[in-house]
């Protein structure tokens, strides 16, 4: 066990609908990041926040939004849900605001199918 | 931005035998980069990184990385493969100034063969 939770493990969901992935990270980590994992594209950095402010952005379509919250735990909100969106979306957390020379524990990931 | 390239999908060794998966890197100034390794059904675990100094640096379950800052590689290596060490293994790298992420490669899949 990482210390990093994500719920769901597994969700799978139609098109057009909207699901929400939650992470709580590391006891003491104030740094979230959420990153996608789809077979042709490899691991995709989306977006990054530090003690509930948004802090990098990467390649994060406009129909995802996340934020964090005063306990630290975040949500990824994916909304009109497309069949590409299905994939496996992992949290990572790490104590300090900026990835630099910190190594990022890894969730064990949401996996998303959209049918 | 930086970035990374892993030549190869898949990598297959024979158990016993050494094994070597590629990595080659962009990113402007001195690079951080990190070997994760992510398990079947599991979250990517650390393997090792460099920041600076000793060009050969050792990481957790034997393995062992090179940083060679005139050809931009980090190539992962170890000296004897285990049937145990058939994963999937990603290279990363960031930068020491900026908001900047870490990047990921896409990937190699290693297989030993017993």
């Known amino acids: 066990d990482s210390g990093v939770t994500q719920t769901p493990k597994h969700l799978i969901t139609a098109t057009g609908q909207r699901v929400t992935l939650r992470c709580s990270p590391r006891?003491?980590?104030?740094?979230v990041y959420w990153y996608q994992q789809s077979l042709d594209q490899g691991l995709q950095f989306l977006i990054q926040?530090?003690?509930?402010?948004?802090?990098a952005k990467g390649n994060i379509l406009e129909r995802f939004s996340a934020q964090q919250f005063p306990d630290l735990h975040s949500e990824l909100n994916l909304s009109s849900l497309e069949l590409g969106d299905s994939a496996l979306y992992f949290c990572?957390?790490?104590?300090?605001?900026?990835?630099?020379?910190?190594?990022?524990?890894f969730g064990a990931g949401s996996r998303l199918t959209v049918l | 931005a930086q970035s990374v390239a892993q030549p190869e999908d898949q990598v297959n060794v024979a158990e016993g035998n050494p094994l070597t998966v590629k990595c080659t890197y962009s990113?402007?100034?001195?690079?951080?980069l990190f070997w994760y390794v992510q398990y079947p059904n599991r979250g990517l675990q650390f393997l090792l990184k460099?920041?600076?100094?000793?060009?050969l640096v050792k990481g957790s379950y034997g393995f062992e990385a090179e940083f060679n800052k005139s050809q931009t590689s980090f190539h992962l290596k170890k000296p004897s493969a285990l049937v145990s060490d058939s994963a999937l293994y990603f290279c990363?790298?960031?930068?020491?100034?900026?908001?900047?992420?870490?990047?990921f490669g896409k990937g190699t899949r290693l297989s030993v063969i017993a």
């Open positions: 990572a957390s790490s104590v300090v605001g900026f990835a630099g020379a910190n190594v990022l524990t």
């Open positions: 006891s003491g980590d104030l740094s």
């Open positions: 926040y530090y003690n509930g402010e948004e802090r």
């Open positions: 990113v402007s100034g001195n690079p951080y």
């Open positions: 460099y920041i600076t100094g000793d060009n």
């Open positions: 990363a790298v960031s930068a020491p100034s900026g908001n900047t992420p870490l990047v």
